[in-house]
């Protein structure tokens, strides 16, 4: 089983309607998670972080996290064609190994107008 | 602005060659990191490091080492280039900050092709 799993894309979604995003863990020490965006052909940057149960807003971005069912998401509401990327989920375990992110394999996201 | 520079964007070269690809930070970042990336597989951690001249070992190492003499420059050395090692590699840097815990702060990567 691989330590990040991220739901199996690619995912095409109208303009507007809301884009989920999914990723569970493998490890229970696992202490905060990241969502970054990568566009076609630049680097990862960070979107969202979240590292207590419950859901985490900021704009149009929603990171979810159930720490029980070790399952982490991010949805996207109004998905614009500038949200087409692809999304990686990151996962770091805990000050042992501060900073070490272990990463999913990514979703791409499609926004069609 | 928080800067993290790759000295090589693309880089063509060939079986048993030696590869030095360069990662230098503007930011006073304790941390660095390696990464490849690869279609399917995600970002693969090659090694990191939290302090000049420390370094362990990451999820892929083999193959690759890394040195890391001053604080803000980390390098990452193919002893000698093999085809499986064609990919984009990615280096990365990070500090705790309490508005967004270890936030990595990605280079531009530096695409290998070997031949």
């Known amino acids: 089983q691989k330590e990040v799993e991220q739901n199996s894309g690619p995912l095409s979604v109208p303009e507007g309607a809301i884009a989920s995003l999914n990723c569970t863990y493998s490890?229970?020490?696992?202490?905060?998670f990241f969502w970054y965006r990568q566009y076609s052909g630049k680097s990862p940057e960070l979107i969202m972080f979240?590292?207590?149960?419950g859901d985490k807003e900021d704009g149009r971005f929603t990171a979810q996290l159930n720490k029980a069912s070790q399952y982490v998401s991010l949805l996207i509401r109004d998905s614009q064609p500038s949200d087409s990327a692809t999304y990686l989920c990151?996962?770091?375990?805990?000050?042992?190994?501060?900073?070490?992110?272990?990463f999913g394999d990514g979703t791409t996201l499609t926004v069609k107008p | 602005d928080v800067k993290v520079t790759q000295s090589s964007r693309y880089l063509v070269k060939r079986t048993g060659e030696k590869v030095f690809l360069e990662c230098v930070q503007d930011?006073?970042?304790?941390?660095m990191f390696w990464y490849r990336q690869d279609p399917g597989l995600g970002l693969r951690l090659i090694y990191f490091?939290?302090?000049?001249?420390?370094?362990e070992k990451g999820d892929i190492p083999e193959g690759y080492s890394v040195s890391r003499e001053k604080k803000e420059r980390f390098s990452l050395i193919l002893e000698s280039a093999s085809t499986n090692q064609t990919s984009m590699y990615l280096c990365?840097?990070?500090?705790?900050?309490?508005?967004?815990?270890?936030?990595?702060?990605f280079g531009e990567g530096s695409r290998l092709t070997v031949l």
């Open positions: 990365a840097s990070s500090l705790y900050i309490p508005t967004s815990l270890w936030e990595l702060f």
């Open positions: 490890d229970r020490g696992s202490q905060s």
């Open positions: 979240i590292y207590s149960n």
């Open positions: 990151a996962v770091n375990i805990g000050d042992t190994n501060a900073g070490k992110s272990t």
């Open positions: 930011m006073d970042h304790e941390n």
């Open positions: 490091s939290y302090d000049v001249k420390m370094k």
